[in-house]
């Protein structure tokens, strides 16, 4: 594996031994040992196209605890600001001898673009581009729900997750969907029509507009923010509304399932998609998810970054 | 193909090591076993098994992953990384042996006192491997083998555990030469 794009390029296998390193790196960041040479001398560049906290500095510190050296690129404060294209930053990249680029950019396809192209030869990271996928947060997500509810098993057979919200501009949504029922979740999904996308019959999942007739029978409610800033047309009447029926909040979460989790990617609108006595309750796993952001990525510049495919067993 | 070792070699070997590893230490209460996965983590678990039985005390034993800390890593394909388990006293002041099943070029030891070194400070780090087949790439020696074996550098040595393989034994695998 060279690239990471998206989730529809791995297998099962695949994506299941990347939560398998991931543990094993998990292990690794909790005990004496915070700094591994695995990467000592690789340049990884951050290339963020599009505001970000979380998925930054995630890569960021995954880079670090291997010992990459990092470099920060915003478009905010870079010649991107000045209408530099992709094509141009891009090798300018390569000719600074970056071995990987993390991509963060608001066109779809940006990544597969950068990576598809004759501009730079090392390895991409899809950190989300446009509405199309989020392959990493996808993996931490499911990183988290095999370590609440897998109950010892390598995938999540038998397991029911609900995706809540704006699926229609969520690229969190769409690389869940592939990987969780990938690993053989079963996907349901719950907005008003108006947030689902055209097409959403094909897609791997059940659909509902009843939130709470879903509630009481998942393993994991995934609330998804509702993404103000790509809605150009009334998708709803109004906030209140929208919380009144696709909102998370405490009412709604005592009719979940015993050890049901809460998971939100972040950012959090609070009061609007989820709660704040939700975000804060015992059942949300929402800065665990975090946490496990960074043991995921690092798994993930181990395998791109050291070549090849994965081997199975030891030395 | 041709059987270096036996079953009962093998017993007799790691059973002579655990005498020499007690006889230099003067007794196993230092002792701590680093076993490098993944056959010389079960070598590691079946000396200490052998020392307790000798002297009648619990041995320290844990496993030590160095994938992380190879030094070819942008050579080859990632290997999977397998779980390091360090005993909780720590190996602070201990005297850690560390137990492989083929010592070759040495580069896995390398690793493994780099390994090490991010755990603690022992007070000695000694080296038992099953079979020492020679081709020395780094300076580095074991203070303990089960049998050295001479090959050219195309042969492959084969070791094969009851653990994993379902029976004990060392083949030479290749022509010499």
């Given at each position: 594996?060279?690239?990471?794009?998206?989730?529809?390029?791995?297998?099962?296998?695949?994506?299941?031994?990347?939560?398998?390193?991931?543990?094993?790196?998990?292990r690794v960041s909790d005990g004496a040992v915070k700094k591994l040479p695995t990467l000592r001398g690789r340049t990884i560049v951050n290339l963020f196209a599009e505001d970000s906290t979380r998925t930054r500095i995630s890569f960021e510190a995954a880079a670090k605890r291997l010992s990459a050296d990092v470099i920060n690129f915003s478009a905010k404060g870079s010649s991107v600001s000045k209408g530099e294209s992709l094509k141009d930053t891009a090798m300018t990249l390569q000719a600074m001898?970056?071995?990987?680029?993390?991509i963060r950019h608001f066109a779809s396809g940006a990544a597969q673009r950068l990576a598809d192209s004759q501009w730079m030869s090392g390895s991409v990271v899809n950190a989300g581009d446009g509405t199309h996928e989020h392959p990493s947060q996808a993996l931490l997500d499911a990183f988290t729900i095999r370590k609440h509810l897998?109950?010892?098993?390598?995938?999540?057979?038998?397991?029911?997750?609900?995706?809540?919200?704006?699926?229609?501009?969520?690229?969190?949504?769409?690389?869940?969907?592939?990987?969780?029922?990938?690993?053989?979740?079963?996907?349901?999904?719950?907005?008003?029509?108006?947030?689902?996308?055209?097409?959403?019959?094909?897609w791997p999942v059940s659909i509902s507009y009843d939130l709470d007739s879903v509630i009481p029978f998942v393993d994991v409610v995934m609330m998804l923010r509702v993404q103000q800033e790509r809605m150009t047309e009334m998708y709803f009447p109004n906030a209140r509304e929208y919380s009144r029926y696709f909102g998370l909040n405490s009412d709604r979460m005592k009719s979940m399932k015993p050890g049901a989790i809460v998971m939100h990617p972040g950012p959090m609108n609070r009061g609007l998609e989820i709660s704040a006595e939700v975000a804060d309750s015992s059942r949300s796993v929402i800065t665990e998810q975090v946490t496990n952001g960074v043991s995921v990525r690092m798994a993930i510049l181990y395998v791109l970054l050291t070549g090849g495919a994965l081997e199975a067993g030891g030395n | 193909m041709s059987v270096a070792l036996s079953a009962p070699d093998i017993k007799r070997a790691l059973t002579r090591i655990s005498h020499e590893i007690l006889e230099k230490n003067q007794g196993a209460s230092s002792i701590v076993l680093l076993g490098i996965p993944t056959r010389g983590a079960h070598l590691a678990?079946?000396?200490?098994?052998?020392?307790?039985?000798?002297?009648?005390?619990?041995?320290?034993?844990?496993?030590?992953?160095?994938?992380?800390?190879?030094?070819?890593?942008?050579?080859?394909?990632?290997?999977?990384?397998?779980?390091?388990?360090?005993?909780?006293?720590?190996?602070?002041?201990?005297?850690?042996?560390?137990?492989?099943?083929?010592?070759?070029?040495?580069?896995?030891?390398?690793?493994?006192?780099?390994a090490l070194g991010e755990i603690g400070r022992p007070r000695t780090v000694q080296l038992a491997a099953l079979v020492d087949r020679g081709h020395r790439e780094l300076p580095i020696k074991a203070d303990f083998v089960g049998k050295n074996l001479p090959t050219s550098k195309s042969q492959s040595v084969r070791v094969l555990l009851s653990e994993i393989d379902g029976r004990d034994?060392?083949?030479?695998?290749?022509?010499?030469?």
């Open positions: 594996m060279r690239h990471l794009l998206s989730i529809a390029d791995f297998s099962k296998a695949e994506a299941i031994s990347i939560l398998d390193t991931a543990n094993e790196l998990a001898g970056a071995d990987a680029v993390v897998g109950l010892g098993k390598s995938d999540l057979e038998g397991l029911s997750v609900a995706i809540v919200g704006d699926v229609l501009h969520s690229r969190v949504a769409r690389s869940n969907i592939l990987l969780l029922s990938k690993l053989g979740a079963k996907v349901v999904l719950v907005a008003p029509p108006t947030l689902l996308p055209v097409g959403v019959e094909s | 678990q079946r000396i200490a098994s052998i020392i307790s039985e000798i002297e009648g005390v619990e041995i320290s034993c844990g496993t030590l992953d160095i994938t992380l800390f190879r030094d070819d890593l942008r050579l080859r394909a990632p290997k999977a990384i397998m779980p390091t388990t360090i005993p909780p006293s720590g190996v602070e002041n201990c005297d850690v042996i560390l137990v492989d099943d083929v010592l070759f070029s040495g580069r896995t030891i390398r690793s493994a006192l780099d034994e060392v083949s030479i695998e290749g022509e010499a030469g």
